[in-house]
Antibody, heavy 120, light 110 residues
Framework: QVTLRESGPALVKPTQTLTLTCTFSGFSLSTSAFYVSWVRQSPGKALEWLAFVDWDDDKYYSPSLKTRLAISKDTSKNQVVLTMTNMDPADTGTYYC????????????WGPGMLVTVSS | QSALTQPRSVSGSPGQSVTISCSGTSSDVGAYSYVSWYQQHPGKVPTLIIYGVTKRPSGVPDRFSASKSGNTASLTISGLRPDDEADYYCCSYAGSYITVFGTGTKVTVL
């Protein structure tokens, strides 16, 4: 059974760095079958892809946010970590981690999401 | 990379069909067969309903079908049901390991 779950702070202050952890089970990031990706959704807005990491530790980012994002994985812990620097109230939203299939580019399993509010 | 363009809303009566368009460019939708669609009920997690332009995951009813022509992908919901009322998002590979989502469409069952 594939599961993913996001964890991290629910509230961050403007200019702070957000660190979110995705803990997953039911698959491995040590094989060339899957990626783990982050997607966010501001309140009432559309989904926005942020980043993904693959089994080979290659990392890919949304061009519009790449200067603020860093993604990493800990295969032994089945975790993927996303950091986003210089948080702004416009970054408020629900952050999802999701599994992607290698070379298929779709998200087949999603975590429940983590609501992050940016406010002083 | 810009978001794919979807109509803000579509509506239909129970039993009718509705079609949602997803307009991209020759660099994303038009270039690859990696278009997927997601259904999201209010307050819920998105769920995959179409991948690879036309394929349905197991468990997704065949009332959901999809296609692509040029730079535009489409999702059709046939035999509209009340529980089809949700937001729908298209998604496409855009080259260079970039993924782009659509602007989202709210489907209302009248």
């Amino acid at each position: 059974q594939v599961t993913l779950r996001e964890s991290g702070p629910a509230l961050v202050k403007p200019t702070q760095t957000l660190t979110l952890t995705c803990t997953f089970s039911g698959f491995s990031l040590s094989t060339s079958a899957f990626y783990v990706s982050w997607v966010r959704q501001s309140p009432g807005k559309a989904l926005e892809w942020l980043a993904f990491v693959d089994w080979d530790d290659d990392k890919y980012y949304s061009p519009s946010l790449k200067t603020r994002l860093a993604i990493s994985k800990d295969t032994s812990k089945n975790q993927v970590v996303l950091t986003m620097t210089n948080m702004d109230p416009a970054d408020t939203g629900t952050y999802y981690c999701a599994r992607m299939l290698h070379h298929e580019n779709y998200f087949d399993y999603w975590g429940p999401g983590m609501l992050v509010t940016v406010s002083s | 990379q810009s978001a794919l363009t979807q109509p803000r809303s579509v509506s239909g009566s129970p039993g009718q069909s509705v079609t949602i368009s997803c307009s991209g460019t020759s660099s994303d939708v038009g270039a690859y067969s990696y278009v997927s669609w997601y259904q999201q009920h209010p307050g819920k997690v998105p769920t995959l309903i179409i991948y690879g332009v036309t394929k349905r995951p197991s468990g997704v009813p065949d009332r959901f079908s999809a296609s692509k022509s040029g730079n535009t992908a489409s999702l059709t919901i046939s035999g509209l049901r009340p529980d089809d009322e949700a937001d729908y998002y298209c998604c496409s590979y855009a080259g260079s390991y970039i993924t782009v989502f659509g602007t989202g469409t709210k489907v209302t069952v009248l």
